[in-house]
């Protein structure tokens, strides 16, 4: 009994507990903030008509008492009196309740103020055809869901009573990939306040759907942590668009900046269009790879098709240069027009001891010439 005293303590509705002889055994914190009962104030005692004005007592007399004595229950409109006088309006439950062993209550009153139950009653419905999917859930430890709308059920396929239900049941359902992120991410939600997320969630039908999940954290007076209010909507066809552009920049990127082997150890990368820094990563990545794999000795860098040559392009092509060199290739860089060869002055560029040449084939030949010198030497040797 205890137990259920203080789950009915705690509950938002009205909730009256009363004898045979209609005396109230219990009121819950609700009903006393609503009627005006403090809290220390004894409720035991007083009647259960004393809660209604004098003009809705008839009919809790003649209505609603005998149909919980014939029928074991009654709803309907009433009212409810305030010690301030006001008359507020509500829809209450009377039902008959078993008494336990050692208990003289009879009867379970639950109550709802009318426009509670009006605006409750709204937003479920809005809900049920919103896209977006509200919830709430503990602040810290496992951070297991105390509310969610129904309409998640359209959403991912589970009833909102799963996740209630089991509290590993979120968490345990993220992508593995994703669910470090997520989880170390909320750590530190107390203290941003408000986090967004983006994670793949496993449906009910065995299909992962990607969720944009924003939650701000609600604190009490004292500034602790209670819980995290939050929506949940589907954004899986616009992941799933940027995945594929991505994967189409990655794919175009590459052509463009493509390797081309003309020997078994000379290799040349012609550069087209302008040079960022991300291309520029690229162009390293591609040129490493490629000397590394395929064990070249040469590397030739065509500029010719690039358009601008700044002080970005310029560093690009240097630390190309020496990184080549740390494989034990050379760079050997093309295409370097008079007015590209007047910018590097201008900037200042140290070429160093990377080899130039003024277009492809007098890099090429370079780079023949030397691979016949070195084959020479190794004959004569």
């Given at each position: 009994?205890?137990?259920?005293?203080?789950?009915?303590?705690?509950v938002s509705d009205l909730v009256c507990l009363a004898d045979a002889d209609g005396k109230i055994a219990f009121l819950n914190k609700a009903a006393r903030r609503l009627v005006g009962i403090g809290a220390?104030?004894?409720?035991a005692g007083r009647r259960l008509l004393e809660l209604f004005p004098e003009h809705e007592r008839p009919q809790i007399e003649?209505?609603?008492?005998?149909?919980?004595?014939?029928?074991?229950?009654?709803?309907?409109?009433?009212?409810?009196?305030?010690?301030?006088?006001?008359?507020?309006?509500?829809?209450?439950?009377?039902?008959?309740?078993?008494?336990?062993?050692?208990?003289?209550?009879?009867?379970?009153?639950?109550?709802?103020?009318?426009?509670?139950?009006?605006?409750?009653?709204?937003?479920?419905?809005?809900?049920?055809?919103?896209?977006?999917?509200?919830?709430?859930?503990?602040?810290?430890?496992?951070?297991?869901?105390?509310?969610?709308?129904?309409?998640?059920?359209?959403?991912?396929?589970?009833?909102?009573?799963?996740?209630?239900?089991?509290?590993?049941?979120?968490?345990?359902?993220?992508?593995?990939?994703?669910?470090?992120?997520?989880?170390?991410?909320?750590?530190?939600?107390?203290?941003?306040?408000?986090?967004?997320?983006?994670?793949?969630?496993?449906?009910?039908?065995?299909?992962?759907?990607?969720?944009?999940?924003?939650?701000?954290?609600?604190?009490?007076?004292?500034?602790?942590?209670?819980?995290?209010?939050?929506?949940?909507?589907?954004?899986?066809?616009?992941?799933?668009?940027?995945?594929?552009?991505?994967?189409?920049?990655?794919?175009?990127?590459?052509?463009?900046?493509?390797?081309?082997?003309?020997?078994?150890?000379?290799?040349?990368?012609?550069?087209?269009?302008?040079?960022?820094?991300?291309?520029?990563?690229?162009?390293?990545?591609?040129?490493?790879?490629?000397?590394?794999?395929?064990?070249?000795?040469?590397?030739?860098?065509?500029?010719?098709?690039?358009?601008?040559?700044?002080?970005?392009?310029?560093?690009?092509?240097?630390?190309?240069?020496?990184?080549?060199?740390?494989?034990?290739?050379?760079?050997?860089?093309?295409?370097?027009?008079?007015?590209?060869?007047?910018?590097?002055?201008?900037?200042?560029?140290?070429?160093?001891?990377?080899?130039?040449?003024?277009?492809?084939?007098?890099?090429?030949?370079?780079?023949?010439?030397?691979?016949?010198?070195?084959?020479?030497?190794?004959?004569?040797?």
């Open positions: 009994m205890n137990e259920m005293i203080t789950l009915l303590d705690e220390s104030e004894d409720a003649a209505e609603a008492l005998p149909s919980v004595q014939r029928e074991g229950a009654w709803r309907g409109r009433s009212a409810l009196a305030t010690i301030d006088g006001r008359h507020v309006p509500v829809a209450a439950a009377f039902l008959r309740h078993s008494a336990a062993s050692g208990e003289h209550a009879q009867l379970l009153v639950t109550m709802q103020p009318v426009e509670d139950a009006v605006v409750r009653a709204r937003l479920e419905n809005l809900l049920a055809k919103s896209r977006v999917v509200f919830y709430s859930s503990k602040a810290y430890g496992d951070y297991s869901v105390t509310y969610m709308s129904a309409n998640v059920h359209a959403q991912l396929g589970y009833p909102a009573e799963h996740f209630l239900r089991d509290p590993g049941f979120w968490a345990d359902h993220i992508h593995p990939e994703d669910a470090p992120r997520v989880l170390g991410e909320l750590a530190s939600i107390a203290e941003q306040q408000h986090q967004t997320h983006e994670y793949r969630f496993l449906c009910a039908d065995g299909k992962y759907q990607w969720v944009y999940d924003e939650a701000v954290c609600v604190k009490d007076e004292s500034g602790n942590p209670v819980e995290l209010v939050g929506t949940w909507q589907d954004v899986t066809e616009r992941k799933e668009a940027e995945l594929l552009i991505q994967e189409q920049a990655a794919a175009l990127m590459q052509f463009s900046t493509p390797l081309v082997p003309i020997s078994d150890d000379v290799l040349v990368m012609p550069i087209v269009g302008a040079l960022d820094a991300q291309r520029a990563e690229q162009v390293m990545t591609t040129l490493l790879d490629g000397v590394s794999k395929g064990q070249a000795r040469v590397a030739i860098l065509d500029i010719t098709g690039v358009s601008v040559v700044d002080t970005q392009v310029a560093d690009a092509l240097l630390r190309a240069a020496k990184a080549v060199a740390l494989l034990g290739a050379q760079v050997v860089i093309t295409g370097i027009r008079s007015e590209v060869a007047q910018t590097l002055v201008q900037l200042g560029a140290n070429m160093g001891d990377v080899v130039t040449r003024a277009t492809l084939q007098a890099g090429v030949a370079f780079a023949m010439q030397g691979r016949a010198a070195g084959r020479a030497g190794a004959l004569r040797g």
